[in-house]
């Protein structure tokens, strides 16, 4: 079974706590079961981690290159920051698609620009904790080769 791994940058471990009117209710526990259901409809496991560190975001993506076919990432404020997690996605060979649970162009002007973005095969903002679900089904489809 291939593996994907889903990554989640800072405070997203306070998801269903952490402002509730921009991020909602779902919890990340919730949002891991999402991501894992997703997946295992099209015979994907979903490898599902978090860190507010970003050295350890930065050193799950390098062993992503022997062990998962391909990356869905919320850097979380990282995205807005880290060239050292760009370069890192850089070097990962399969497709890579980018989750914000915000519409990012909607908020403060400093949220506009991200650098995962110069990566990402996809971008998926707004559409809440479902956007994961979304990405995944993108995965599936560039895995498969079925994407359009």
Not at 2 to 29: C, D, I, M, S
Not at 79 to 86: E, K, M, R, W
Not at 124 to 131: D, L, R, T
Request: charged content about 20%; overall charge negative.
């Amino acid at each position: 079974m291939r593996q994907l791994l889903v990554l989640n940058g800072p405070n997203l471990n306070l998801l269903g706590k952490r402002e509730p009117q921009l991020y909602g209710a779902t919890t990340l526990a919730d949002l891991e079961a999402l991501c894992t259901r997703t997946a295992a409809r099209h015979g994907l496991r979903a490898d599902c981690r978090q860190s507010n560190r970003e050295y350890e975001l930065i050193d799950w993506i390098h062993e992503a290159r022997d062990q998962h076919a391909a990356i869905v990432i919320n850097a979380g404020a990282y995205s807005h920051t880290s060239i050292a997690i760009l370069d890192a996605l850089n070097a990962f060979d399969g497709p890579v698609i980018e989750v914000h649970i915000t519409n990012i162009h909607r908020r403060e002007p400093f949220r506009h620009h991200s650098h995962v973005s110069a990566r990402a095969d996809a971008l998926i903002a707004g559409a809440g904790v479902q956007g994961y679900a979304f990405a995944i089904e993108r995965v599936a489809s560039l895995l498969d080769g079925t994407a359009i």
